[in-house]
């Protein structure tokens, strides 16, 4: 079965820290590739997204993951958080041959202390 | 585009009534999923359906709940009757390869 994993629960960091979260699945075939977040309150909104090409996407306010195959790996990353990026964020996975289901990963929080 | 709409944004009903959510996709979007979340579960996938059609109901918790897509406008979830357990954010997303989600809706069920 499709598994998607997010090994962090809850990640705290200060301003300015650099950010790295993971996200692991297990499917073995093509895949498109998500990162969505969850601010206080609010809906899941699109962050960056993998279909093909280069392997390092970049994303909105900053963020960029970077999909590493061999490690079945899509990890999100950005060099200088603020207050305003504390949420929830989201690793998803589409079978790439296929549209429709995607398989999410069960969060990380992130606080960001000012 | 106004993206997806959902109503109720809130609902608080008693044990054992009736709950009817709704959803409005995005127009030209072919697909549209149906999820709970909740602290204890996250989130979690109950139902999707592509042209109108259920194509993977197996997340819905038991048969107390229905959902159904009469046209490419327009989902509603259905629970009858309501458990406290029931009580979860539900998000209807609309899309294709990606995935656009309604602001959803809370549900206590008191």
């Known amino acids: 079965a499709q598994s998607v994993s997010q090994h962090n629960h809850h990640v705290i960091l200060s301003e300015a820290a650099s950010l790295e979260l993971g996200c692991n699945y297990s499917y073995g075939g093509t895949v498109n590739l998500f990162w969505y977040v969850q601010y206080p309150g609010q809906h899941l909104q699109l962050l960056l997204k993998y279909f093909s090409g280069d392997p390092l996407v970049k994303g909105i306010k900053g963020f960029e993951a970077e999909f590493i195959k061999s490690k079945f790996s899509f990890n999100l990353r950005k060099p200088s958080v603020q207050w305003s990026d504390t949420a929830e964020y989201f690793c998803?996975?589409?079978?790439?041959?296929?549209?429709?289901?995607?398989?999410f990963g069960r969060g990380t929080q992130l606080t960001v202390w000012p | 585009d106004a993206g997806v709409i959902q109503s109720p944004r809130h609902e608080v009903t008693e044990m054992g009534q009736e709950v009817t959510l709704r959803c409005k996709p995005i127009s030209g979007h072919d697909y549209l999923f149906w999820y709970r979340q909740t602290m204890m579960r996250g989130l979690e996938l109950l139902i999707y359906?592509?042209?109108?059609?259920?194509?993977?109901d197996s997340g819905m918790p038991e048969d107390r709940f229905s959902a159904k897509m009469p046209n490419a406008s327009f989902s509603t979830l259905k629970i009858q009757p309501s458990e406290p357990r029931d009580s979860a954010v539900y998000f209807c997303a609309s899309g294709g390869a990606e995935q656009y989600f309604g602001p959803g809706t809370r549900l206590t069920v008191t």
């Open positions: 359906f592509n042209n109108n059609v259920p194509i993977d």
């Open positions: 998803a996975v589409g079978r790439g041959s296929t549209l429709g289901r995607l398989y």
